[in-house]
């Protein structure tokens, strides 16, 4: 099954399995993919997968257009594997083959059974306080698209926080984070929108 990949200062942002006729990338939340940055266009590209796995990536007029492999793309363009589509600070890898991913409550992700440590969020404030959100993905966002918009991600030697996008910069112990991932370390607190979590790792 075609998937995209894309990473932002090489951290892993969003993994997307290609199973639809028609998957449309842009800021807005109504897109199949949503990139909270506002050089992202409401609508800006879509890729259509033809057949098995021919996959064409068409720009849909975005302002500050879509690259494949730094070149401009101005018309539909049939994706080859390996190629790296170049969108605002995103870069994201085609590759036209994978194994099907594993799938939990109909949503896909990537087993982390293979780590030595499981992470987990514990919400310390709100009608949810107290609730443990355990970080199932290999990559998993959190947050409201337009206000607030945080990864996680598992790379080798631990589990780091990007801030993607919104309005509101969360606070990691109550420094905002900057455009660079920050490695998430036992306790920490990340304020995202007025929402306190503390990250746990156990055995």
């Known amino acids: ?15 997307v399995y290609l199973h639809k006729d028609r998957t449309t990338l842009g800021r807005k939340p ?3 993919i949503v990139l909270d940055t506002m050089v992202v266009s409401g609508l800006h590209c879509v890729f259509d997968l033809v057949g098995v ?8 007029g975005s302002t500050n257009g879509t690259c494949v492999n730094d070149r401009m793309v101005k018309e539909r363009t049939r994706l080859a594997d390996g190629d790296v589509i170049a ?3 995103y870069r994201i890898k085609y590759l036209q083959a994978s194994e099907e991913p594993s799938t939990f409550g109909g949503t896909q992700f990537s087993s982390l059974d293979a780590l030595p440590l499981h992470a987990s969020f514990t919400l ?17 966002t959190f947050g409201k698209p337009g206000v607030s918009v945080v990864s996680v991600a598992h790379r080798r030697g631990g589990f780091y926080v990007t801030h993607l996008g919104g309005q509101a910069t969360p606070l990691l112990n109550g420094t905002p984070l900057g455009v660079d991932p920050v490695m998430l370390a036992e306790h920490d607190v990340l304020d995202l929108a007025g929402t306190r979590m503390r990250f746990q790792l156990s055995e």
């Open 30 to 32: 109504d897109n199949d």
């Open 1 to 15: 099954m075609p998937q995209l990949i894309a990473t932002v200062k090489g951290v892993e942002v969003k993994h």
């Open 124 to 140: 310390e404030s709100g009608s949810s306080a107290g609730l443990e959100v355990p970080i199932v993905k290999a990559v998993t």
């Open 53 to 60: 796995a021919d996959v064409f990536l068409e720009d849909l």
């Open 87 to 89: 969108i605002g600070p």
